[in-house]
């Protein structure tokens, strides 16, 4: 089983490698970089490639790494015994009252999983330490009905980060790392390629120009990334503006059309006039 | 073998484990790679680096490490070292290259076996045995479509070196690049989550735990909402040799700004006096005593002073010392009285932290705060956090 990439994914080789290097050893990914360069995207296109379930696990800031797992609902079990005897028997049964978690699920597909653990630096500091043993032998114990559950096919786990705590090394040994690094300019032109196959050239040369160019702007608070340039790139097409209209022919500098899409910051915005209005006085 | 390249990384520096180790063996064992140093480059990253700050460290690492080696991992046999060293470089025709036959991988590795133990000599040139510069598939420098490489330096037909040699992650190591949200990350460890203030939300493990010792009866309990409690005191140098560092402090105070919920912040200039104020405009007019400051925050907020501390020593340790008016006590006195009243305090200096040992002045400040004085760099800003904490 291997991932070569996917029809609407491009995958640089070091993170293919990553990936079946995960895949073989069926250790957990862990996955860094900027927002927006497609670390969730890519747990989902390796689940469509190699044609196995996806569950996916969502981290708050409240989740615990309990919920996971399961979750005992003592409160619908509290209510079924003040109300007696409506459903009687139900209330001594505690399995009834265990909600399964998405780990769970996993553990007991029948086929291999795939679990995505989006976003895990939003959780408290302890969550990656409470799973450690969970996904080292992918196995837990559940203390109210006092059985072990055990994966029968381990599954292969990615989790995302966007660096926002430091995890701990325990957890960090567990894992294998990739960082998505920014995509030079050919990756780029092969990811737009993917997403809009009927880009005019010319048009995608200058908006490849344009966007690198803005990434480059000294003091800007967020950097464009690959997702905000797609959809900008989908305003350009929606609008239907002309590749001269980015960079104007009499030399004038001026501001990109639609630059809402590629700056989400006002201060950003505002910076960015202002280095244009200054440079335009300067000629 | 791959001991040494392991002893190597951890000699420079680089937090590897020997459980991360085996598991690069087992991988290598699992076959997750062919036997090109450009793969085992990216899996021995995946493996052993889990921090993109240390990518680059990992970089110099591995050059230094692979630029002299003569034995590549995952080969069974001692091959002497006179025979791969680098003596001629054949360049093929496109032509040539063509016409070499592409063997399969098991069928390589076998011939391979074959072929060590049928060869005796040093070889070079050719096309069948293992030597240095030939078309048959083993050996170094030579051009064969699904060749094995054999120890030596790489011949200039792979592109494999580049990859390490670039440095791409270079602005990634952690002393360098600090963004607004690279310093909301730092200052984000200061958090502290508690519960204070009007029981408002509905607590249902101790309802839970209430009822059951109630012999069943709803007893409902509620609680606090838990929030960042954490209170910080900023005090900002501003204006003279404060200039060349305003971009970053910029920063600094606009990350801290969207950070905490309860920031207080005052100015003042090179050191402090009895007086700080909060806008620049009005700082002749609108100034608070020190001893107001003082009073009103309580000493449960942490104190954070962001300075160059490069000024005549005199400023510092002398009444009537400052540049701007007439203290009636000197800048000393003034800074150990607030760093008594806030025991938790640090001193952040955007000047590189080399030049320290130079100014007379910065050492002066940080004998006062009692060396708790960090570089304004990412790993000195998370220093700083974690002593606040402490």
């Known amino acids: 089983m291997r991932f070569e990439g996917s029809t609407n994914y491009v995958a640089t080789p070091d993170l293919k490698l990553a990936v079946n290097a995960a895949i073989a050893l069926e250790r957990p990914l862990l996955i860094k970089g900027e927002p927006g360069t497609g670390k969730t995207m890519l747990a989902e296109e390796v689940a469509a490639a190699l044609g196995l379930p996806l569950m996916q696990w969502h981290i708050k800031s409240t989740t615990k790494a309990q919920q996971g797992l399961y979750e005992y609902d003592a409160v619908s079990r509290l209510r079924d015994s003040q109300l007696g005897g409506v459903d009687g028997g139900r209330v001594h049964d505690i399995s009834n009252y265990i909600v399964k978690g998405v780990l769970w699920q996993a553990f007991e597909a029948d086929e291999q999983t795939i679990i995505l653990i989006d976003e895990i630096d939003k959780a408290d500091i302890e969550f990656p330490n409470d799973l450690l043993r969970e996904l080292d032998r992918m196995e837990f114990y559940v203390y109210e009905t006092r059985q072990l559950i055990k994966a029968r096919r381990r599954p292969l786990v990615f989790i995302t980060s966007n660096n926002e705590k430091e995890l701990p090394d325990a957890f960090l040994r567990r894992c294998f790392f990739h960082y998505i690094k920014f995509p030079d300019k050919e990756t780029m032109q092969s990811i737009v390629d993917v997403h809009f196959p009927g880009l005019k050239q010319s048009l995608l040369k200058e908006a490849l120009q344009v ?73 | 073998m791959l001991i040494d390249f392991f002893l190597h990384l951890k000699a420079a520096k680089l937090p590897v484990s020997t459980k991360e180790f085996l598991t690069l063996l087992e991988g290598l064992q699992a076959r997750v790679i062919d036997h090109s140093l450009d793969d085992f480059y990216f899996l021995a990253r995946a493996t052993l680096v889990k921090d993109e700050t240390n990518y680059d460290k990992y970089d110099r690492a591995f050059a230094a490490y692979f630029k002299g080696v003569t034995e590549i991992p995952g080969l069974e046999a001692e091959i002497p070292e006179d025979w791969l060293k680098l003596m001629m470089q054949k360049h093929l025709t496109a032509e040539e290259k063509a016409k070499l036959e592409k063997l399969g991988w098991d069928k390589l590795m076998e011939k391979l076996k074959e072929r060590l133990e049928e060869q005796k000599g040093r070889h070079q040139g050719g096309s069948k045995w293992i030597g240095s510069g030939g078309s048959s598939p083993f050996g170094n420098g030579g051009f064969h479509p699904e060749g094995i490489r054999i120890g030596g330096k790489s011949a200039g037909n792979r592109t494999a070196i580049k990859v390490w040699e670039q440095r791409e992650f270079k602005n990634l190591d952690d002393s360098v690049e600090l963004g607004t949200r690279n310093i909301k990350v730092a200052l984000r460890r200061l958090r502290r989550f508690a519960r204070e ?35 910080v005191l900023l005090f900002l140098d501003i204006g003279g040799s404060m200039d060349d560092h305003v971009r970053l402090c910029e920063e600094m105070f606009s990350a801290a700004k969207s950070e905490f919920k309860h920031l207080e912040y005052f100015y003042f200039h090179n050191c402090i006096y009895d007086y700080v104020w909060r806008d620049n405009h009005r700082r002749h007019s609108e100034r608070f005593p020190l001893a107001d400051v003082m009073h009103k925050y309580g000493d449960d907020y942490k104190l954070i002073l962001v300075g160059d501390a490069t000024m005549s020593p005199y400023e510092i340790l002398q009444p009537g010392g400052s540049v701007e008016y007439m203290n009636a006590e000197s800048g000393a006195t003034c800074l150990a009285r607030l760093l008594q009243k806030y025991p938790k305090s640090v001193w952040l200096n955007p000047e590189p932290e080399r030049l320290w040992e130079y100014r007379h002045s910065i050492q002066i400040l940080r004998d006062i705060m009692g060396t708790r004085m960090y570089p304004l760099s990412l790993e000195g800003l998370e220093r700083a956090m974690r002593q606040l904490n402490k």
């Open chain 1, 211 to 283: 966007f690198f160019e803005l990434r480059d702007v000294p003091g800007l608070k967020k950097k464009p990334s690959t997702s905000e340039l797609l959809d900008w790139l989908k305003l350009l097409l929606a609008e239907d503006i002309p590749p001269e209209a980015l960079r104007s022919q009499d030399r004038k500098v001026s501001v990109p059309p639609l630059h809402g899409a590629l700056l989400k910051n006002e201060q950003d915005v505002h910076l960015f006039e202002r280095l244009v209005f200054m440079a335009r006085n300067n000629r």
């Open chain 2, 197 to 231: 203030g009007a029981a408002e939300e509905f607590d249902l493990e101790g309802t839970i735990r209430g009822t059951a010792q109630n012999a069943g009866w709803l007893d409902i309990l509620m609680r606090p909402e838990r929030h960042n409690k954490v209170k």
